[in-house]
């Protein structure tokens, strides 16, 4: 009898131990990986980069919302996931087909309530019982040994996603500009006209000259405003920078225009 406090003690400790365990062995299943989003409300995503990582600790996640950078805290119990304080950056990006609206990737996890992972699955349950989020599990890759070419403007096929930092005035869905290096040639089209001129270019600085273009005029809504700041864009640029997919074009350390590159 005298050591039933000792045993009482002891299981206490146990339990607590365990139950620990188990709430760690939970954020563990969710907390070394990256989950990318496929499914919002039914609807397939296909072309988009947002991405869920919960840190280590369990206590915070980060990732991004297919724009923006995301953040906020996160809980983790047995098979209940709640997200809250979400923060982004507020960089303004023009939609893609394919890909999801900020603001619904984010209401859709300030009302997930449950989750159930199946192998490199993750589903997301709101209140209702409803599955509202789907990820699959990406797999990160070992750091190659030699760093990555750097991007080139020859390398992409760059469309026109912002003016001065703000979004264009319609969606311009095939104003881009294409760098030739064997013709030093820089042409596309503005969403109304093609053009073409010639450019130089260094590692950081650059220059786009002689540009020309047929006359068509669109009056039927604001493009022909939109192709007037892209050429004058084009035309003003001094130099240039290449990161997250996409291009900078700066005259000083004004940015003149943003572009989103995809392949040739």
Known sequence: MKNTPIKIWILSIAVIAFTGAGVFAQRDRLGTSQWKLVQINGRAVT??????????????????????????????????????????????????PGNVPEPAFVNALNNVVRYQRNGNTLELYDRRGRDIVKFKRMVKQAPEESEPAPARLEDKK????????????????????VFD?????????????????????????IKITEIISTFRACIEDSRMNVEREFLDGLRDTARYEIRDGRLFLYRGIMLLLTLRGEAK
């Open 47 to 96: 072309n988009s980069n947002a991405y869920f990582e919960i840190e280590r600790g369990g206590a915070r996640f980060t990732g991004d919302t297919g724009c923006n950078r995301m953040f906020g805290r996160v809980e983790v119990s047995s098979n209940r996931v709640n997200f809250s304080n979400i923060g982004t950056t507020k960089r303004m990006c023009k939609m893609m």
């Open 158 to 177: 760059w469309f026109l996603e912002s003016i001065k930092g703000s979004r264009t005035l319609v969606p311009v869905k095939d104003a881009f500009v």
């Open 181 to 205: 290096p064997n013709k030093r040639s820089a042409g596309g089209n503005t969403g109304c006209n093609v053009f073409g001129g010639e450019y130089s270019a260094t590692d950081k600085t």
